[in-house]
T-cell receptor, first 116, second 115 residues
Framework: NAGVTQTPKFQVLKTGQSMTLQCAQD?????MSWYRQDPGMGLRLIHY???????DQGEVPNGYNVSRSTTEDFPLRLLSAAPSQTSVYFC???????????????FGEGSRLTVL | AQTVTQSQPEMSVQEAETVTLSCTYD???????LFWYKQPPSRQMILVIR??????QNATENRFSVNFQKAAKSFSLKISDSQLGDAAMYFC????????????FGKGTKLTVNP
């Protein structure tokens, strides 16, 4: 029973480098999302998807790209990393999709990213 | 868009005692859901309790209960018989219906449980 799996758990990047945070869920959830967590800021929504082929922006989308080619996977791409993107990133999924999202999310364990 | 405010950055409680964490929210929608999530030191977020705005009865899950005051837009979490394992960050969150699939979180309250 894997749930939501995020890789890598830790990553150090240099400014300007690119990378992809992977997220996979095996629960056949329609809804998937990415949050970043910063001290004193709580969790802020970056991007979300209500189903394969559909993505939309959250509160803080700048500097991040996403795609949803399958139901299971929702990778988060940093094209040119900046120190301001140093954070802990969480992927979360939910069974509900566009029909009626009640917000009950299942979270991955998080990925700590440091940009030097 | 909705907003969620947690005014207590940190709280502490003695083991076996009761503690209440505060949360206020603001939304113009009439149909919404409220949540409390727990984040232990292991970092993984876990749903503690959920409240539907259309329900007048306060939600309860074992030692966890909420005090939902719709008119005041208040949603506090009460933890009874606190245990050492309750030590964690607690986040209040809100989602509105009607086309928005965005769950908005407060900034969190760090709960310490003293033995």
């Amino acid at each position: 029973n894997a749930g939501v799996t995020q890789t890598p758990k830790f990553q150090v990047l240099k400014t300007g480098q690119s990378m992809t945070l992977q997220c996979a869920q095996d629960m056949n959830h329609e809804y998937m999302s990415w949050y970043r967590q910063d001290p004193g800021m709580g969790l802020r929504l970056i991007h979300y998807s209500v189903g394969a082929g559909i993505t939309d922006q959250g509160e803080v989308p700048n500097g991040y790209n996403v795609s949803r080619s399958t139901t299971e996977d929702f990778p988060l791409r940093l094209l040119s990393a900046a120190p301001s993107q140093t954070s802990v990133y969480f992927c979360a999924s939910s069974l509900e999709g566009t029909s009626y999202f009640t917000g009950e999310l299942f979270f991955g364990e998080g990925s700590r990213l440091t940009v030097l | 868009a909705q907003t969620v405010t947690q005014s207590q950055p940190e709280m502490s409680v003695q083991e076996a005692e009761t503690v209440t964490l505060s949360c206020t929210y603001d939304t113009s929608e009439s149909d919404y859901y409220l949540f409390w999530y727990k984040q232990p030191p292991s970092r993984q977020m876990i749903l503690v309790i959920r409240q539907e705005a259309y329900k007048q009865q306060n939600a309860t899950e074992n030692r966890f209960s909420v005090n939902f005051q719709k008119a005041a837009k208040s949603f506090s979490l009460k933890i009874s018989d606190s245990q050492l394992g309750d030590a964690a960050m607690y986040f209040c969150a809100c989602i509105t219906q009607g086309g928005s699939e965005k769950l908005v979180f407060g900034k969190g309250t760090k709960l310490t449980v003293n033995p």
